[in-house]
T-cell receptor
Framework: KNEVEQSPQNLTAQEGEFITINCSYSVGISALHWLQQHPGGGIVSLFM???GKKKHGRLIATINIQEKHSSLHITASHPRDSAVYICAVRGGATNKLIFGTGTLLAVQP | AAGVIQSPRHLIKEKRETATLKCYPISRHDTVYWYQQGPGQDPQFLISFYEKMQSDKGSIPDRFSAQQFSDYHSELNMSSLELGDSALYFCASSLTVNNEQFFGPGTRLTVL
């Protein structure tokens, strides 16, 4: 069982829909990252969270440390949001990131 | 402000050759991380440096070595390349450890 699990693995949405991607982890962490990767492309850091909630534009990320769970929400989704969204955690005693398997999002016009 | 720069962006090598990948962190960032992402795989942590010293080590093969220089740029040296080394190699930087990591565009290495 992976230390970081994401769901769903694949998600297709219509433009304008509200999207939620979930991440659960089984290790103690000092921070959780949400990353975006376009096909064949580089990785963009969206959020780093250690508690609570953060918002940037149409993106919202929340984390519940007690439940070891985080969610990434996209409001008013757009085809340009189509990408792989990756949850990655940083363990308490280390600065390396442990990556989830990613969620492939396709937003159709 | 300029982001993390990696060079080259693409590299094609033959088996048993050597390769050097370079990473230039964001200005004032003193911590560099290397990750390897095989085809269809999650990125895997290789190694990290803080203030020119190795700070953490992951699943980096003995054939690979890395270092961080006085200007904080880092180089990943890969020898005796194997077909399985074909991957996207990401570098990330942060301002000290435990801060948000910013990723470079990656170097796509193909070993033939």
């Amino acid at each position: 069982k992976n230390e970081v699990e994401q769901s769903p693995q694949n998600l297709t949405a219509q433009e304008g829909e509200f999207i939620t991607i979930n991440c659960s982890y089984s290790v103690g962490i000092s921070a959780l990252h949400w990353l975006q990767q376009h096909p064949g492309g580089g990785i963009v850091s969206l959020f780093m969270l250690s508690s609570g909630k953060k918002k940037h534009g149409r993106l919202i990320a929340t984390i519940n440390i007690q439940e070891k769970h985080s969610s990434l929400h996209i409001t008013a989704s757009h085809p340009r949001d189509s990408a792989v969204y990756i949850c990655a955690v940083r363990g308490g005693a280390t600065n390396k990131l442990i990556f989830g398997t990613g969620t492939l999002l396709a937003v159709q016009p | 402000a300029a982001g993390v720069i990696q060079s080259p962006r693409h590299l094609i090598k033959e088996k048993r050759e050597t390769a050097t990948l370079k990473c230039y962190p964001i200005s004032r960032h003193d911590t560099v991380y290397w990750y390897q992402q095989g085809p269809g795989q999650d990125p895997q942590f290789l190694i990290s440096f803080y203030e020119k010293m190795q700070s953490d080590k992951g699943s980096i093969p003995d054939r690979f070595s890395a270092q961080q220089f006085s200007d904080y740029h880092s180089e990943l040296n890969m020898s005796s390349l194997e077909l399985g080394d074909s991957a996207l190699y990401f570098c990330a930087s942060s301002l000290t450890v435990n801060n948000e990591q910013f990723f470079g565009p990656g170097t796509r290495l193909t070993v033939l």
